[in-house]
């Protein structure tokens, strides 16, 4: 089972900012196998990366995926209003696809 | 449209039962893995269960094993979650998930989500 740990638990920046989440997976892993997600209070998560890289689409570029191995990252390049949420990454290789805690970005 | 709408949530008493339902429109039901994810108040998401597009293949957490049951009706293009023994620490919201990509022989993450259906278990 991999176990997934994000990032710091939570990131005060402000808008126009660089935001860089992390995600660690306890044992190596194809990049293939890994998603981001973000998701604001009361609503239904959003999914932004597929395979560790790949937008989903209608996602704006500022948003990009990169790792391997067992070191993942989220980089959203300037940050806009709309951004300030909860990011989660999930690991799809296999039983059981879990997900990290989660990484508050929030607004300093 | 592609629209999940999930349904069936409620409060129950430990020990009890609930089934949750997830209704999808605008894409070929048949053609998707589908998931339930859940997230505890105040907490993060928690993937329960998968299921793959014929029923042949079913994924638990471990935490729900012998507890819960997912299970699919394409003809009526409905998801299902039976919830069986309930216990208090499965209080939370639950949503179904579309699994990225038709025709897929493994899941690859989730793409569209309903907009989640809250179940409280409490004396």
């Known amino acids: 089972e991999i176990v997934l740990t994000q990032s710091p638990g939570t990131l005060s920046l402000s808008p126009g900012e660089r935001a860089t989440l992390s995600c660690r997976a306890s044992?190596?892993?194809?990049?293939?196998?890994l998603a981001w997600y973000q998701q604001k209070i009361g609503q239904a998560p959003r999914l932004l990366i597929y395979?560790?890289?790949s937008r989903a689409p209608g996602i704006p570029d500022r948003f990009s995926g990169s790792g391997s191995g067992t070191d993942f990252t989220l980089t959203i390049s300037r940050l806009e209003p709309e951004d300030f949420a909860v990011y989660y990454c999930?690991?799809?290789?296999?039983?059981?696809?879990?997900f990290g805690q989660g990484t508050k970005v929030e607004i300093k | 449209e592609v629209q999940l709408v999930d349904s069936g949530g409620n409060l129950v008493q430990p020990g009890g039962s609930l089934r949750l339902s997830c209704g999808a429109s605008?894409?070929?039901?048949?053609?998707?893995?589908m998931s339930w994810v859940r997230q505890a108040p105040g907490k993060g998401l928690e993937w329960v269960a998968n299921?793959?597009?014929?029923?042949?293949?079913?994924y638990y957490v471990d935490s729900v094993k012998g507890r819960f049951t997912i299970s699919r009706d394409n003809a009526k293009n409905s998801l299902f979650l039976q919830m069986n023994s309930l216990r208090v620490e499965d209080t939370g919201v639950y949503f179904c998930?579309?699994?990225?990509?038709?025709?897929?022989?493994?899941?690859?993450?989730?793409?569209?989500w309903g907009q989640g259906t809250t179940v409280t278990v409490s004396s």
């Open positions: 998930a579309r699994g990225r990509g038709a025709n897929y022989l493994y899941y690859y993450g989730a793409d569209v």
């Open positions: 605008g894409f070929t039901f048949s053609y998707y893995w």
């Open positions: 299921i793959k597009q014929d029923g042949s293949e079913k």
């Open positions: 044992q190596s892993s194809s990049s293939t196998y």
């Open positions: 395979n560790g890289s």
């Open positions: 999930q690991h799809y290789g296999g039983p059981p696809y879990s």
